[in-house]
């Protein structure tokens, strides 16, 4: 008996030092995961809300949904802008994204190139149809059906 109570003595002593080490370890992982997750977000939500703070007419945005924009009209919680001429949004203050550096809205205007590939992008159905009409050895359905006036002169041949 004296020796199941020594094994049983040891185990205790044993599970005191483990305690002491899972909790240095929880420690550290939770310093670990502040250090590299916490406090970035954090850092990166303040710079976020000075930014939407600071928000005035002129200022080039990208909004959350990749609106591109000059904003026209700053509110308390909206602002207006402007994504085409004569083309205005209200959009929160919160999905403002990005504040550009001015002037990146026209130096990313569509230029002529873009307008031909438009236009050839519309014409591009009809040109397809027209083709397929040129190009189409497919029988179809029609095609493939039975004539019904051979069957009745073939029958009539038979019977003379």
Do not use: C
Not at 60 to 70: A, H, K, M, P, Y
């Amino acid at each position: 008996m004296l020796i199941s109570e020594a094994y049983a003595q040891a185990a205790e002593s044993g599970q005191a030092e483990a305690g002491w080490a899972n909790l240095i370890l929880l420690i550290g992982i939770f310093v670990i995961f502040w250090l590299l997750l916490i406090r970035p977000q954090a850092r990166r939500a303040k710079e976020h809300k000075q930014m939407v703070e600071n928000l005035q007419r002129g200022d080039e945005v990208i909004t959350n949904g990749g609106i591109l924009g000059l904003i026209l009209n700053v509110s308390e919680s909206y602002v207006v802008v402007e994504i085409a001429p004569s083309h205005e949004v209200i959009v929160l203050k919160s999905s403002v994204q990005t504040l550009l550096p001015k002037g990146t809205l026209k130096s990313i205007e569509p230029s002529k190139g873009n307008k031909q590939v438009k236009k050839s992008a519309k014409s591009a159905p009809a040109a397809m149809a027209s083709e397929n009409k040129a190009t189409d050895d497919t029988p179809t359905s029609s095609d493939n059906a039975p004539d019904s006036s051979n069957e009745e002169t073939t029958k009539s041949g038979d019977k003379n």
